[in-house]
Nanobody, 113 residues
Framework: QVQLVEYGGGLVQAGGSLRLSCAASRSIFTFNAMSWYRQAPGKERELVARITSGGSTNYADSVKGRFTISRDSALHLQMNSLKPEDTAVYYC??????????WGQGTQVTVSS
């Protein structure tokens, strides 16, 4: 079973920054695409940012200009100018060549006002 593990979440004040990372049990370059999702209580899980194996990225409108997805040996999400509405559990997702999706356990991000 492919394992993804997120880390870097925590508590931050509004306007602050956090950097999330996601490590995989195999090279992230074996995934066709990797994404960050988030889910707040009472809300559906939503796509935050996505990066393809070719380096193309896309972002939810709510985070454009504030969040940056990137990869090296791991997947990262740099989150700047955080807002209370960014509070959620953030999940790493990987899509492999067989179109199977793998999920991390999630990491909590809490932004205080």
């Amino acid at each position: 079973q492919v394992q993804l593990v997120e880390y870097g979440g925590g508590l931050v004040q509004a306007g602050g920054s956090l950097r999330l990372s996601c490590a995989a049990s195999r090279s992230i370059f074996t995934f066709n695409a990797m994404s960050w999702y988030r889910q707040a209580p009472g809300k559906e899980r939503e796509l935050v940012a996505r990066i393809t194996s070719g380096g193309s990225t896309n972002y939810a409108d709510s985070v454009k200009g504030r969040f940056t997805i990137s990869r090296d040996s791991a997947l990262h999400l740099q989150m700047n100018s955080l807002k209370p509405e960014d509070t959620a559990v953030y999940y790493c997702n990987g899509e492999d060549v067989m179109r199977e999706n793998y999920w991390g356990q999630g990491t909590q991000v809490t932004v205080s006002s």
